[in-house]
């Protein structure tokens, strides 16, 4: 399972890179907002940055609706670097040009995907991952691994090579049940990669083994 950070905060790319489990990192118009990125020269820096600091996978999101502009975008983000998906949305020509970038060998992740029907399509264009959402699907109390376990199946019958990226995920929990379900990428926020480590027991027993150690030790 890989996994992707889900921010376009520099230091908590660097902070998941250094814990040796980074895979990739997923941004959107939204989190580089969030950062105080704006206009398209600091947008193509920042992508850039990213590139520096890990290995692959940095998906770069399309902010044009139309099917030129999509493609316009796309290629020109794919230029930046070879680490660079583009990333874009579930529309109808943002399928087509998903058609478009696969036969050109442009790694796409096909992003805001709450239906299995989405997945199916976004598949068939041959996008490389699909991003469903699932947080903003428990959000208005449905259940949204559901969605990952359907897009699973329907992946599976077919043999579709796209991988499922589980994405608006908001805690460890929703990471270990995508990785029962079997999606092949998660991506999160630091805090929720962080959460996995965590456990009450570990520390109790750390705490144990370095004072026995150190009565036995005279210390
Ligand atoms: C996916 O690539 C999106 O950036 C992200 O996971 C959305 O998550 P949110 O629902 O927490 O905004």
Redesign the pocket.
């Known amino acids: 399972m890989k996994f992707f950070i889900?921010t376009a905060n520099l230091n908590q790319i660097k902070e998941a890179q250094d814990l040796g489990v980074l895979d990739g990192v997923?941004?959107?118009p939204?989190?580089m907002a969030k950062e105080g990125i704006t206009g398209d020269e600091n947008i193509i820096n920042h992508y850039k940055a990213i590139c520096e600091i890990v290995d692959d996978n940095v998906?770069a999101e399309v902010i044009a609706t139309d099917y030129e502009g999509i493609v316009k975008e796309g290629e020109a983000l794919a230029a930046l670097n070879p680490k660079i998906v583009v990333?874009v949305p579930m529309i109808k020509e943002g399928l087509k040009a998903i058609k478009y970038f696969s036969s050109k060998g442009i790694r796409t992740?096909c992003?805001l995907i709450f239906s299995p029907a989405q997945a199916l399509l976004a598949a068939k264009a041959g996008a490389t991952y699909v991003?469903p959402?699932l947080?903003?699907l428990d959000d208005i109390s449905t259940d949204g691994l559901t969605l990952i376990e359907d897009i699973r199946l329907i992946f599976d019958n077919y043999g579709y090579e796209t991988q499922i990226?589980a994405?608006?995920?908001?805690g460890p929990l929703h990471i270990v049940a995508c990785a029962k379900i079997g999606a092949d990428v998660i991506?999160a926020?630091l805090s929720a990669i962080t959460g996995l480590l965590k456990h009450p027991l570990t520390d109790n027993g750390l705490a144990t083994f370095l004072a026995d150690h150190a009565k036995a030790s005279g210390k």
């Not at 994405?167 to 908001?170: E, F, H, L, V």
């Open positions: 889900d997923t941004t959107n939204s989190l998906s990333k992740n992003t991003s959402f947080g903003r990226l994405a608006s995920i908001r991506t926020p």
